[in-house]
């Protein structure tokens, strides 16, 4: 429809209420696409938005802005899909100590971005060190062996965290020097059992099928952290648009 450069602005829209994160990466699709590009917005990441509300113009070619909506939008309404579902259930833990957590599971090569809108809707990212799941305490032969084998191989300065689904597990973590002892589908009941065995000779984190139908129950029994892969496997896309496109 458009076999020549012609200038042209377009308006970016939100459609719905949330949290907005990923307008940078936006703005870098049309630069990549055409350097003369412009850009402008009226929120910045972290903004709270209302449907209806005008974000930001994009003018330059049209065939640029063409080319680059869908793409921009892609990882727009991703990323702030992402830091939408991270602020409501982060509200459900506001006033407690606790911290909630992204976790691996990531989209293949979309970790940096949802990682990044993890921390826009006020969680935290699963910090750099070793984890050590049912899988690697099978291969060693028990929660002492693997901690024992990851003390032997990993810097002092990294932390050791270890998934236990027990409380015969849960001491023998704590017994071998576990930095970090994840609770892994355990019942609230039993997560409360473990807290009072651990009594703070390790920080502790909650995991398992958590999301913001269920995390109420988790505030009262003294974690450190919880963590949820829902963050970023199952949050829902915010609906943005780019609206209005015309000739200028």
Known sequence: VMPEAVDGEVELICKQDGVIAGLDVFKRVFELLDADTEVTFSCKDGDEVKKGRLMGK????????????????????RMSGIATYTHTVAGYLKGSKIKLLDTRKTTPNMRIFEKYAVRTGGGYNLSDGVLLKDNHIGAAGSVTKAI??????????????????????????????ADIIMLDNMTPEVMKQAVELIDGRAQTECSGNITKENIQKIREIGVDFVSSGALTHSAPILDISMKNLHAV
Do not use: C, H, W
């Open 148 to 177: 024992q084998m990851a003390k032997a191989y990993a810097p002092f300065v990294r932390k050791i965290e270890i998934e236990v689904e027990t409380l015969e597990q849960v001491k023998e973590a704590v017994e071998a020097g």
């Open 58 to 77: 994009v003018r330059g070619d049209i065939r640029v802005l063409l080319s680059g909506e869908r793409v921009a939008l892609n990882y727009l309404q």
